[in-house]
């Protein structure tokens, strides 16, 4: 840290710090919950504060959920009032995204009601995963279908984190309910998700990491219902999480987002825990799954690591590094192209060595990006949360990575 706080008096530098973590949230609560859940506004131009319109409807479940674990951590390590307003504010709109789909339990990626100004926006964006109507808080929403397991799985970590370092009862007891809905649904459709024309929107065939980690975390918040189902599943299916990851890692490149996915599953199935034989499965699967990503210059799989292997002093200071470099990105979707910066291999739009994070092409969650993406992005329009900021540095602060 000595070092890093020499050379920034040389170099454009900044340090990760609460500041910004706090600002960073403050911002996201007043431009990015314009219904309760996580959106990213569209601005008048590049230069312009005035927001026109919203995109990435179609993730706020997983962002959501995303964000629920960083406030948790926040306020884990704070214990302010602000924090645990929006841990709060993050399971009240999860609850509005199972509400909205007529109370069965199926989680909409998104919602907002049919009078807001920007509803028009949404159903544009997103009418090809389907727009349905529902009701939340006493007024008509349409809602957002096409329910990938990828929302769940946002959730599913967000309620896992908050169950874990939120000391608050009524936070405890909101997981529980939320969890316990969840899992109910999931379960009685036989584990695929159903909208409301029957249709199967996906199914999680083969996805016995994620079957799991859910249900684990239903064991611990509501045992008399769920620890007989987990226990059988883990002692049969333990085994099974390893197959999937092995077909992961087979390309580190494309379909990065399935790594983060991934990772936050593990987190769920190995920060709790089993008896050796089930515990042994997961930490191969696992062990697979950060083999291919531990070199990847990713903060936030770093400090998933952290939570489940402790520390280690190579990787913890390498995090400290990335959100040192996360702060010298732009916070807009402005265009990135670095073709004839870094040589590719394999295809035009994969570089041969991992890009460093100050340079990486711009998007909504950074960490769920290949780090060999040599070009992408916008028109600096889109500001994305940065919930790729704040949820890395408050875990690397719960877990004593950095020093405040």
């Not at 995109?55 to 479940?61: I, L, P, Q, V």
């Not at 995303?66 to 214990?79: C, F, M, P």
């Not at 946002?154 to 969840?182: C, E, K």
Request: negative net charge; glycine residues 8%.
């Amino acid at each position: 840290m000595k070092f890093v706080a020499l050379l920034c008096l040389f170099t454009a530098c900044a340090t990760a710090n609460e500041a910004d973590a706090i600002a960073i949230s403050r911002n996201l609560v007043a431009r990015h919950l314009p219904h309760g859940t996580v959106l990213d506004p569209i601005f008048d131009g590049p230069d312009s504060d005035q927001i026109i319109a919203y995109s990435r409807c179609g993730d706020s479940a997983i962002w959501t959920g995303h964000w629920l674990a960083a406030e948790s951590y926040r306020y884990a390590v704070t214990h302010s009032d602000e924090a645990l307003q929006n841990v709060k504010r993050a399971l009240t709109g999860i609850q509005m995204l199972m509400d909205v789909t007529n109370g069965t339990g199926l989680l909409a990626r998104c919602a907002v009601p049919t009078d807001s100004p920007w509803a028009d926006s949404v159903i544009h964006e997103e009418a090809q995963n389907g727009i349905w109507s529902g009701e939340a808080w006493g007024a008509p929403f349409v809602w957002i279908g096409n329910t990938s397991r990828d929302q769940y799985s946002g959730i599913f970590y967000g309620l896992t984190v908050a169950n874990d370092v939120v000391a608050d009862q009524s936070v405890r007891d909101m997981v529980s309910y939320l969890t316990t809905r969840a899992l109910d649904y999931l379960r009685g459709q036989g584990w695929k998700i159903v909208m409301p024309d029957g249709h199967v929107s996906t199914i999680f065939l083969g996805r016995m990491d994620q079957e799991l980690s859910f249900l684990k975390l239903g064991r611990r918040i509501n045992p008399n219902r769920f620890e007989s189902a987990y226990k059988t599943a883990s002692l049969t299916l333990a085994p099974e999480t390893i197959a999937p990851i092995v077909v992961d890692v087979q390309n580190s490149h494309s379909s990065y987002f399935k790594f983060n996915l991934d990772s936050i599953n593990f987190y769920g199935l190995l920060t709790s825990g089993d008896n050796f034989w089930v515990r042994t499965s997961y930490k191969k699967a696992y062990d697979i799954l950060r083999n291919t990503t531990d070199d990847h210059g990713n903060a936030f799989f770093n400090m998933i690591d952290r939570a489940i292997n402790g520390s280690n002093a190579n990787r913890d200071a390498e995090t400290v590094q990335l959100l040192n470099d996360w702060l010298q990105r732009p916070r807009r979707d402005f265009g990135v192209d670095l073709r004839g910066k870094y040589p590719s291999c394999g295809s035009e739009d994969q570089s041969c060595t991992v890009i460093p994070v100050a340079e990486r092409v711009t998007t909504d969650f950074l960490w769920q990006r290949s780090p060999f993406l040599l070009y992408g992005g916008g028109s600096g329009r889109i500001e994305g949360a940065g919930i790729d900021y704040i949820l890395p540095y408050w875990m690397a602060r719960y877990y004593g990575v950095v020093k405040e």
